[in-house]
């Protein structure tokens, strides 16, 4: 079994080797701009290489897991929704953490689009800690990381075969709402809700690794594995 994982804007792949601790699993990050040499500037260009990149690693025939975070999240679906259109149905799950839904984007876009200033109090007003934004190098990337979304081009089509495990780090009436809105993007979606705020889990990976642990030994059952 593999899974990919897509971190959050702005983050780095250093912030998730709790995962690899997993077992069961093999772990393979595909890389946002933090952890890049060059910025991508186009939704369609990061996607596609995403796709090469996953398409080296793996044959179709292993069983995979989607995992992602934030922007991630939004990343993990539209390369589940790539590989389903293209036939591939040997994905057991798509995670989905603290992400909004396609119909949200257009509002973080034109933020992200204008001063930092008003990205900071975007994230603040959804309760995303912005500490990490006084770090100048994390600040350009996740500026940048948002910006990429200007390129991405909105699209409606059917519901995912492919079940979401929606996790969530708030409760309030915006998350319900995108709550719903993933609900309508996948024949199945289960949610888990947590406490904490946005990237919750980085203070106890622990309440992450227990999900996924329950998605292999589900998937082993499902897949005789």
């Given at each position: 079994?593999?899974?990919?994982?897509?971190?959050?804007?702005?983050?780095?792949?250093?912030?998730?080797?709790?995962?690899?601790?997993?077992?069961?699993?093999?772990?393979?990050?595909?890389?946002?701009?933090?952890?890049?040499?060059e910025?991508?500037?186009?939704?369609?260009?990061?996607?596609?290489?995403?796709?090469?990149?996953?398409?080296?690693?793996?044959?179709?025939?292993?069983?995979?897991?989607?995992?992602?975070?934030?922007?991630?999240?939004?990343?993990?679906?539209?390369?589940?929704?790539?590989?389903?259109?293209?036939?591939?149905?040997?994905?057991?799950?798509?995670?989905?953490?603290?992400?909004?839904?396609?119909?949200?984007?257009?509002?973080?876009?034109?933020?992200?689009?204008?001063?930092?200033?008003?990205?900071?109090?975007?994230?603040?007003?959804?309760?995303?800690?912005?500490?990490?934004?006084?770090?100048?190098?994390?600040?350009?990337?996740?500026?940048?990381?948002?910006?990429?979304?200007?390129?991405?081009?909105?699209?409606?089509?059917?519901?995912?075969?492919t079940?979401?495990?929606?996790?969530?780090?708030?409760?309030?009436?915006?998350?319900?709402?995108?709550i719903?809105?993933?609900?309508?993007?996948?024949?199945?979606?289960?949610?888990?809700?947590?406490?904490?705020?946005?990237?919750?889990?980085?203070?106890?990976?622990n309440?992450?690794?227990?999900?996924?642990?329950?998605?292999?030994?589900?998937?082993?059952k499902?897949?005789?594995?």
């Amino acid at each position: 079994m593999i899974m990919f994982v897509i971190p959050h804007a702005g983050g780095s792949i250093i912030n998730y080797d709790f995962l690899k601790i997993i077992p069961s699993v093999k772990i393979h990050f595909l890389r946002l701009n933090f952890d890049r040499s060059e910025h991508i500037e186009d939704y369609s260009i990061l996607i596609g290489q995403f796709i090469k990149e996953i398409d080296s690693v793996w044959d179709y025939s292993e069983t995979a897991i989607f995992f992602g975070v934030s922007l991630g999240g939004q990343i993990a679906y539209d390369l589940v929704r790539y590989y389903e259109h293209n036939s591939v149905r040997n994905i057991a799950k798509l995670v989905i953490v603290s992400s909004v839904f396609e119909t949200k984007l257009s509002a973080i876009i034109s933020i992200a689009k204008g001063s930092s200033k008003k990205l900071q109090s975007f994230l603040s007003n959804i309760g995303v800690s912005t500490d990490f934004l006084r770090n100048p190098r994390a600040k350009n990337c996740i500026i940048k990381d948002f910006r990429l979304l200007a390129s991405r081009q909105l699209q409606t089509q059917k519901k995912l075969q492919t079940g979401i495990l929606l996790i969530c780090g708030r409760k309030d009436k915006e998350v319900c709402r995108q709550i719903n809105r993933w609900k309508k993007s996948s024949v199945q979606c289960i949610v888990s809700m947590y406490f904490g705020g946005h990237l919750f889990f980085l203070s106890n990976p622990n309440l992450i690794c227990n999900e996924i642990l329950q998605i292999i030994e589900s998937t082993k059952k499902e897949y005789a594995l």
